[in-house]
């Protein structure tokens, strides 16, 4: 495959990344008018999407069907129809009850994303069909590799046989529109996979208030994304609980500094319908923050966040799921 030519000094400049920036929030907040949730586009795709997405672990955790159907329709009624969810949640509960209130006529208001755990071509085509099924759907919005959080996984997917022979042959088949990936441990991974250079739509990572700090994928990965017209999926912002253990920040600035920079959406965990109204009166409600409240509110996270304690699926693999963990042998 043919590489972007993409170096670190290149596309780390805050010239063409300002630009961006204001380009794709300014958007969003011109459509903040308009009843629901403001959208943005996800990358060169040519989609627009909620700026708020619904976390499909959340929404899917519990054994109350009717109360989860519930939930996630209630997102999609308010807004929020970015819809998240993987092969291995709950043991493929997470989909399966997804699928249930995606029926009467709530798939065609949403856009769908699912991630899989296929490093090599037939796994990754066998849990599409799963995906499929549970989801009862005939395509997915976006599929994404989850979780690229071993060293090994790069080398695996783009290996002869591997994954990206299953993303390819997905789409030639109508079965996916997007192809992106995620990962929570390290934002070197993540150039590891964008320099094989494959057209990617769109990227999933941790962006906090804490991660400019440590191990930082806002620093070190999303000026290449803004700069490919990747679009930027933006999960743990309020890194896992811990911002607000830290009480660093209230929730409703952890939020709005995330939306502040050119992200596509939001995933929030949401498994309560007060957690999803709240959630959607601030995204309604987002004002770009300035450079100088930003720069303010990190002053206070700085000390907290040197050390990564507060943003430990970076550094701990309890945070790893079992599919991966089995996958590389990890206790």
Not at 233 to 257: D, F, Q
Not at 282 to 297: E, G, I, K, W
């Amino acid at each position: 495959m043919a590489e972007h030519g993409m170096t670190r000094r290149g596309f780390i400049q805050s010239t063409a990344y300002g630009l961006c920036a204001s380009g794709l929030i300014s958007r969003a907040w011109a459509d903040s008018g308009v009843a629901g949730v403001p959208t943005r586009p996800l990358g060169a795709t040519g989609v627009q999407v909620s700026m708020l997405g619904l976390g499909g672990h959340h929404a899917g955790q519990g054994r109350d069907d009717a109360k989860s159907v519930r939930l996630i329709r209630k997102a999609i009624d308010l807004g929020v129809t970015f819809l998240d969810n993987a092969w291995e949640y709950h043991n493929g509960r997470a989909e399966e009850v997804m699928g249930k209130a995606l029926s009467d006529g709530y798939r065609d208001k949403a856009f769908l994303m699912t991630k899989h755990h296929g490093r090599d071509k037939k796994t990754a085509m066998a849990h599409l069909e799963d995906s499929l099924r549970r989801l009862r759907t005939d395509v997915i919005d976006l599929w994404q590799f989850h979780e690229i959080v071993y060293d090994k996984d790069p080398e695996m997917i783009f290996a002869p046989g591997g994954g990206i022979e299953a993303a390819d042959l997905a789409q030639k088949q109508g079965k996916v529109r997007f192809i992106g990936f995620t990962g929570h441990r390290s934002p070197m991974l993540h150039l590891k996979m964008l320099a094989y250079g494959y057209p990617w739509d769109a990227v999933q990572m941790p962006m906090n208030v804490f991660d400019p700090h440590y191990k930082s994928f806002q620093q070190d990965v999303l000026p290449i994304l803004v700069r490919c017209q990747i679009g930027v999926i933006a999960m743990k912002t309020m890194a896992s609980g811990y911002v607000l253990r830290a009480n660093v920040a209230t929730p409703v600035e952890a939020l709005n500094y995330v939306w502040s920079q050119p992200v596509s959406t939001i995933v929030s965990g949401m498994e309560s319908e007060e957690l999803l109204e709240a959630n959607v009166a601030t995204a309604r409600a987002f004002q770009p923050m300035s450079t100088a409240d930003q720069a303010q509110l990190l002053e206070k996270t700085k000390e907290a966040a040197l050390t990564g304690e507060f943003e430990p699926f970076k550094t701990a693999p309890n945070f790893d799921g079992p599919i991966g963990r089995k996958l590389h042998g990890v206790g």
